[in-house]
């Protein structure tokens, strides 16, 4: 149930796969690392001028420019890892199609390499700007049992994801133009751009159903020193999860078979 057996089978073509996954995103491209590191920052440039400036969204202690940046970073990492492993998922069985069809292939290892890669992805953003916080701020704000606890149940969350979402893209290869649409959506109902007190009163019990509210406010509590999501918040979030994860993962073993029929 816990992908024990796969792991222990094939862990070698599970590190090759991550490892490919991880040269192509660092040298890819004739930019390499440096597109990587581009993208997000001119996008935090872009939010920072509607949000901060043009909205007057303001947070922290100063009320800041800087402070509404360092606060949209937080919640940047636990997005862009989960919504770059969902669009890499949506293809990821027919991308690796010729192998597929043509030897007995473990395609599990495929979506959970996808989960891997992003969840190394979001310790690395992480380790990156706790580093910059130290730096600019002493220890006073740092909490990190909570984060270190919730990143495996991270894990299992992007998983559940990755399982169904792959799924979705060989079965329904015209989606496309309505995964951008829920992503989008996504974003912009989980707090990423603006902080909890935007959300209305009375909205808030319903929005805080969302997982990503657990994630996002776990790592701004652990690292910025705010509010805890509280254990409501935290225990949806878990159990959310932890749900998606054994829906996915039961669902992806009892229909992966027809995968090579579609394909």
């Not at 406010?217 to 910025?224: D, G, P, V, W, Y």
Request: charged share 15%.
């Amino acid at each position: 149930m816990f992908c024990i057996n796969e792991l222990r089978t094939h862990r070698n073509l599970l590190k090759a796969l991550i490892r490919r996954d991880l040269f192509e995103k660092l040298v890819g491209s004739k930019l390499g690392a440096v597109w990587n590191i581009l993208q997000p920052i001119v996008l935090m440039g872009l939010y920072i001028l509607l949000f901060s400036v043009f909205l007057n969204i303001k947070v922290g202690e100063n009320n800041s420019h800087l402070d509404y940046g360092i606060f949209l970073f937080s919640g940047m990492i636990a997005w862009l890892p989960l919504q770059e492993a969902i669009q890499k998922s949506f293809d990821v069985l027919t991308k690796y199609r010729h192998l597929i069809t043509q030897i007995r292939f473990p395609l599990l290892i495929l979506p959970m390499h996808i989960a891997c890669v992003a969840i190394l992805q979001e310790i690395l953003l992480l380790t990156i700007f706790s580093c910059l916080l130290i730096w600019k701020t002493p220890f006073t704000n740092f909490e990190p049992l909570q984060l270190l606890f919730m990143v495996p149940i991270k894990f299992m969350f992007v998983l559940g994801v990755c399982l169904f979402a792959s799924f979705i893209g060989v079965h329904s290869k015209d989606s496309t133009q309505v995964l951008q649409l829920a992503l989008t959506s996504a974003f912009f109902i989980s707090p990423v751009v603006y902080p909890l007190s935007r959300v209305p009163e009375w909205l808030l019990p319903y929005y805080q159903m969302n997982p990503m509210v657990g994630f996002i406010e776990t790592i701004r509590f652990s690292l910025l020193g705010t509010s805890n999501p509280g254990l409501e918040t935290l225990a949806f979030c878990i159990g959310s999860a932890i749900l998606l994860y054994i829906l996915g993962l039961t669902y992806f073993r009892a229909h992966q078979h027809k995968v090579v029929e579609v394909l």
